[in-house]
């Protein structure tokens, strides 16, 4: 097939096809210490309540609130992890400390701050009041409740929260395991000095980042060259321990192209040019997984090996980070269980005239300032697919739609953050 017979393709259509035939890669059940970064595969329900007793908000002492204004008699302590066992009677008290159990018959805590002390007997307030300075039991969480939803991200507070209901592991979605090749004749390894016409592969480290940002494995598969067969090689290799291939370089239409060919030989390219700019020539294709079945359940078994993506990104650096951000990243996020697979947005106020291209969606890269309550957004100066310096501090992406209208300075649009300034 001619390169050039590949429709292009409108962005959102292009994006809405990759989510299609993206897979939820399943689920495994991991310990806690593997979990930070990963996603709920299922909802967490308190199994218990908590705190599971009362328990102590300062250091005080364990009364009745009926015996306010009174002096009382300290017969034990109830501190953290050893509880008083006995029984606080009318006229007695027991010192407590936080996070200790509020004994039998006490219905609140006094602060130490607040107390006399006297040898072993404690004068305390009036206006004491039933339920003060402790937590019920179920004032955090009450049993059956649901915690955790499913796709959530697993960050600080989720994990402390699993773990505080005792959950030692938990289930969590599979990462996709990604190999990521650069391909061009071009390309030295970082490092190398360049020979005339050569440059360094920054393309995969910046892949790389993205990569891991977004929950993958990855698997490096260097550089690849500008030889179908030498090519072919690698990528095959490459698949058969991989659930995603996402390759920079050799998507345009020209005689080194050569990824679109070879991905039209080893599936089907279901995105081959996108109105989009950056990023044109961003190919996507499924690929049968070439092993056979785990069991021979016929070719609708969910057993059977499931489809592979690739993702073919163009090699100017800043068409292969905007087309991942558009494309590649909320796949992997979908894969992994994620409920949110997009970027968060916010409405900005534009700081200059936006032109717009003719026939192509276009991802212009912003930097954000407050003026007051509004963020406002100034462009990161050219926006040429090879100035990555245009990226780099960029707050956002701003989506400039086809036409000839562009936006005006002043008005408000939705920005999808990539940092908060
Ligand atoms: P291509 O998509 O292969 O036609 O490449 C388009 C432009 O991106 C060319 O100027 C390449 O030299 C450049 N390029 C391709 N791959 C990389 C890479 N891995 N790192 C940096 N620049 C690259
Ligand atoms: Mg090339």
């Not at 039998?104 to 072993?120: I, K, N, P, R, T």
């Not at 070719?299 to 800043?318: D, N, Q």
């Not at 970027?343 to 936006?354: C, F, K, M």
């Not at 701003?398 to 940092?419: K, S």
């Amino acid at each position: 097939m001619r390169v050039s017979a590949y429709p292009l393709i409108d962005a959102d259509v292009a994006a809405s096809l990759v989510l299609e035939h993206t897979p939820v890669l399943g689920a495994e059940r991991v310990p806690l210490v593997d979990c930070p970064g990963r996603v709920l595969a299922e909802d967490v329900v308190a199994s218990a309540a908590l705190p599971a007793f009362p328990a102590s908000a300062v250091d005080g002492y364990a009364v009745r609130a009926a015996d306010g204004g009174t002096s009382l008699r300290v017969v034990g302590e109830s501190a953290a992890g050893r509880p008083f066992d006995g029984r606080v009677e009318p006229g007695t008290a027991i010192r407590i400390l936080t996070g200790g159990v509020l004994p039998a018959g006490a219905d609140c805590v006094v602060m130490m701050e607040d107390v006399q002390l006297s040898g072993d007997v404690v004068t305390v307030p009036v206006g004491l009041k039933p339920g003060q300075n402790f937590h019920a039991p179920g004032a955090d969480l009450r049993e059956g409740e649901r915690v955790l939803p499913a796709g959530v991200a697993l960050g600080a507070a989720e994990l402390g929260l699993a773990a505080a209901l005792g959950l030692a592991e938990l289930p969590v979605g599979r990462r996709p395991r990604v190999a990521l090749l650069s391909t061009g004749d071009e390309l030295v390894e970082v490092g190398e000095k360049p020979a005339r016409g050569q440059i360094p592969d920054s393309n995969r480290w910046a892949l790389l980042a993205a990569l891991l940002e977004a929950g993958s494995e990855v698997r490096l598969l260097g550089i690849g060259p500008d030889e179908p067969e030498a090519l072919r090689r690698l990528v095959v290799d490459a698949l058969s321990g991989a659930d995603v291939l996402v390759t920079s370089g050799g998507v345009s239409v020209g005689t080194h192209d050569l990824i679109k060919p070879l991905l039209e030989s080893l599936g089907d390219v279901l995105v081959g040019r996108v109105k989009l700019k950056p990023g044109k020539p961003f190919t996507f294709a499924t690929i049968p997984d070439p092993r056979p079945p785990t069991r021979p359940f016929g070719p609708t078994s969910p057993l059977r090996g499931r489809e592979k993506l690739a993702f073919g990104l163009p090699g100017f650096p800043v068409s292969s980070l905007v087309t991942f951000e558009v494309f590649v990243r909320p796949a992997l996020r979908k894969m992994q269980g994620h409920a949110q697979l997009q970027r968060p947005t916010l409405p900005v106020r534009l700081g200059y005239d936006a032109r717009a291209t003719a026939d192509r969606t276009e991802y212009q890269r912003v930097t954000l300032r407050r003026e007051g309550l509004e963020l406002v957004a100034a462009s990161t100066g050219s926006q040429s697919s090879s100035r990555l310096v245009s990226l780099v501090g960029a707050h956002a992406l701003v989506r400039i739609p086809p036409g000839d209208q562009g936006i005006r300075a002043g008005t408000i649009v939705e920005a999808m953050i990539l940092a908060l300034p």
